[in-house]
């Protein structure tokens, strides 16, 4: 109790009038507004072990239909093991092999039974099936976190939501962007629908950045 004091009295100084928090424990998002939750939506959240970070940012932009890059960790954590068990699992998930160049390689041009694979970049194509699903939510972070859609729904359906690698998958994230960008001109909720839909790489940047803060409040 002491310490979610400390936490709220943090949490509570200078908000502005719009801003979005994400409870970790709770694996709960909520955008406010003049003091009033205006959306709320359930979160899956980052494991035990792949902790999300307590974030101070602010949101700048909202990504429609994004390639996943996986980040280093992830290759060296999750792809290189998983590769050495299930030799195709890249090609079945979308996922493109560049080198420094960005010359597109074949997953048999790489030695998984090493640390070769983390020099390389590891893209997964937009669509139905990419780890981000069709939106992802940007704003800085030290640690390369984000916000974002996800393919696998039935997740949020369960009790123990901590399944992510830091991350934050959202519920009905469309909901959460359609009051993002309400004042950005040109994108009201009907031009956000055509740009999830149609399938295509876009970008919407916010006009004014809305304050984020990631926390622990158990």
């Not at 955008?31 to 101070?56: F, K």
Request: glycine share 4%; aromatic share 10%.
């Amino acid at each position: 109790l002491k310490l979610n004091i400390s936490r709220l009295k943090t949490l509570t100084t200078n908000l502005g009038p719009r801003y979005v928090v994400v409870n970790i424990p709770a694996a709960r998002v909520e955008a406010i507004e003049h003091d009033l939750a205006v959306s709320r939506h359930t979160a899956v959240v980052g494991r035990v072990s792949r902790p999300s970070p307590d974030v101070n940012s602010k949101i700048i932009e909202v990504n429609f239909n994004p390639f996943w890059t996986v980040p280093v960790s992830l290759v060296r954590k999750d792809l290189i093991p998983i590769m050495e068990k299930e030799p195709d699992y890249l090609t079945r998930n979308h996922i493109r092999i560049y080198d420094a160049r960005h010359n597109e390689l074949q997953p048999s041009q790489i030695n998984w039974y090493s640390e070769d694979a983390i020099h390389y970049t590891f893209k997964q194509d937009p669509g139905d099936f990419n780890s981000l699903g069709h939106i992802k939510i940007n704003f800085p972070s030290p640690q390369g976190v984000y916000m974002h859609d996800t393919p696998e729904k039935d997740l949020f359906g369960g009790d123990f939501r901590y399944d992510s690698s830091g991350c934050c998958r959202v519920q009905n994230v469309r909901q959460l962007v359609y009051w993002l960008l309400d004042e950005t001109k040109g994108w009201p909720p009907e031009a956000v629908d055509k740009a999830v839909e149609s399938g295509e790489q876009e970008n919407a940047r916010l006009a004014k950045p809305v304050p984020l803060h990631w926390v622990y409040i158990t």
